[in-house]
């Protein structure tokens, strides 16, 4: 007798997605963050590929430590220089060290975070991303994210979605989700003739889409978002 694996099953269960069924049929997502996604109308996965990002973020090239100012956005490649502290104020868990990179010093903070603890060693070397404030006459960074310096590379050239949310809905469960479903993108319709697709030169509606979500690069992302405009203009004037 034949044995079928678990992972045959699950490309056969993926195979007969349909862009019309729940978001929840998507890997990762339970009722819970279902329930999240229907409170910014997204119900089926069509609706969660036309949730378009508000903004996108850019991870350039790091920076010396006394290079950055406050209020500034910026990625600093640096060590840890402290132990991870952790202290519990009230019902918060107040996570702090100390990084350096030879030109300066950072304090980075997090909440609710104790894990950290296992993450960060001195002597360790990571790329932080944060906003730099100013707190008792000492560099600050609030929930950096943090990279190695592989992972930075890699996400260097690209531009990252914003979305926007709801209570407890984060940006990174939005963005995996929308990753997840960019295979039945081909199924989305388009409605737009062909012969007005053709005569003004626009990309073809799936090319939009994945485009929109994770462009190649600025330029990438203006063609790609100009189609989806145009497709919103068209529809307008089409049924006045």
Same mark, same amino acid.
């Given at each position: 007798?034949?044995?079928?694996?678990?992972?045959?099953?699950?490309?056969?269960?993926? /195979?007969?997605?349909?862009?019309?069924?729940?978001?929840?049929? &998507?890997?990762?997502?339970?009722?819970?963050?279902?329930? &999240?996604?229907?409170? &910014?109308?997204?119900?089926?996965?069509?609706?969660?590929?036309?949730?378009?990002?508000?903004?996108?973020?850019?991870?350039?090239?790091?920076?010396?430590?006394?290079?950055?100012?406050?209020?500034?956005?910026?990625? /600093?490649?640096?060590?840890?220089?402290?132990?991870?502290?952790?202290?519990?104020?009230?019902?918060?868990?107040?996570?702090?060290?100390?990084?350096?990179?030879?030109?300066?010093?950072?304090?980075?903070?997090?909440?609710?975070?104790?894990?950290?603890?296992? !993450?960060?060693?001195?002597?360790?070397?990571?790329?932080?991303?944060? %906003?730099?404030?100013?707190?008792?006459?000492?560099?600050?960074?609030?929930?950096?994210?943090?990279?190695?310096?592989?992972?930075?590379?890699?996400?260097?050239?690209?531009?990252?979605?914003?979305?926007?949310?709801?209570?407890?809905? %984060?940006?990174?469960?939005?963005?995996?989700?929308?990753?997840?479903?960019?295979?039945? $993108?081909?199924?989305?319709?388009?409605?737009?003739?062909?012969? $007005? $697709? =053709?005569?003004? =030169?626009?990309?073809?509606?799936?090319?939009?889409?994945?485009? !929109?979500?994770?462009?190649?690069?600025?330029?990438?992302?203006?063609?790609?978002? %100009?189609? &989806?405009?145009?497709?919103?203009?068209? *529809?307008? *004037?089409?049924?006045?």
């Amino acid at each position: 007798m034949a044995v079928i694996s678990h992972g045959f099953i699950n490309d056969i269960k993926e /195979i007969k997605m349909n862009i019309n069924d729940s978001v929840e049929s &998507l890997k990762g997502i339970g009722p819970k963050t279902s329930a &999240l996604f229907s409170k &910014l109308n997204i119900n089926s996965i069509d609706d969660l590929l036309r949730f378009y990002p508000r903004n996108y973020l850019s991870y350039g090239e790091t920076k010396d430590i006394s290079d950055t100012s406050v209020g500034e956005r910026v990625a /600093i490649e640096a060590s840890v220089e402290s132990y991870v502290d952790i202290k519990k104020i009230r019902k918060l868990t107040l996570v702090t060290c100390m990084v350096k990179d030879g030109t300066g010093t950072v304090k980075l903070v997090w909440y609710n975070s104790p894990f950290l603890k296992q !993450v960060f060693h001195i002597g360790q070397s990571f790329v932080f991303v944060g %906003n730099i404030t100013l707190r008792n006459n000492q560099l600050t960074m609030e929930h950096p994210e943090y990279y190695t310096h592989e992972q930075y590379e890699k996400i260097k050239t690209f531009m990252q979605p914003v979305y926007p949310l709801t209570a407890g809905l %984060n940006n990174k469960t939005v963005t995996k989700s929308v990753k997840a479903a960019l295979p039945l $993108i081909s199924q989305m319709v388009d409605l737009i003739p062909r012969e $007005i $697709i =053709d005569r003004f =030169d626009l990309l073809p509606l799936d090319d939009a889409v994945k485009g !929109v979500h994770f462009p190649r690069n600025f330029d990438n992302m203006l063609e790609c978002r %100009n189609r &989806l405009v145009f497709d919103e203009f068209f *529809f307008y *004037f089409t049924f006045l």
